[in-house]
């Protein structure tokens, strides 16, 4: 009787081990999405006027035109802004010659009294301005660009489309 109990049991655990680590497994995934809490568009499009022959520039004065950029951030003191000024042409005609960039990244308007201190608070590397977005709302950025042709010699840029990029991130902190 004892041996029939313990057969018994041993059949029973055995079908439960069997049952516990032989069944059929599933995974159930769990998806999720975010949306960007800071997000950059053009305000207004840039572009170069040409206020003499070795010369290209957006400011008005030279017939050109500032982009503006916007940044909409969702959520204080989680992200920064990179925006940069033009180095180099992403596309002109053929040019024999360097051409040297200068350029400036300011900010011109803020949606809450907050931001003004942005432009002080700001760090700056080579031609790339960074500010940190401690305050939530919309920061507007206007980029200069100024452009010369031959080095020190000042030479005609020859004739033809000239663009230049301006990069901007917003990167989490």
């Not at 180095?87 to 907050?114: E, H, I, K, R």
Request: net charge negative; glycine share 10%; proline share 3%.
């Amino acid at each position: 009787m004892k041996k029939s109990i313990a057969v018994g049991l041993v059949i029973f655990l055995s079908g439960c081990t069997l049952w516990r680590f032989g069944g059929v497994e599933a995974n159930t995934d769990i998806t999720g999405s975010v949306e960007s809490r800071c997000s950059i568009n053009t305000d207004t499009a840039g572009y170069y006027g040409n206020p003499s022959a070795h010369t290209l520039s957006t400011t008005a004065s030279d017939g050109g035109q500032e982009p503006i950029v916007r940044v909409d951030n969702s959520l204080a003191n989680a992200f920064y802004v990179r925006l940069g000024h033009p180095t180099s042409f992403s596309s002109s005609p053929s040019l024999a010659d360097s051409v040297a960039f200068t350029g400036a990244v300011t900010v011109v308007q803020v949606s809450d009294s907050g931001m003004d201190g942005y432009q002080n608070a700001s760090t700056i590397s080579n031609n790339v301005r960074q500010y940190a977005l401690t305050v939530a709302g919309t920061t507007w950025f206007k980029i200069t660009s100024q452009a010369v042709y031959g080095g020190g010699q000042s030479k005609p840029f020859p004739s033809g489309q000239y663009t230049a990029v301006v990069v901007a991130e917003c990167i989490a902190q």
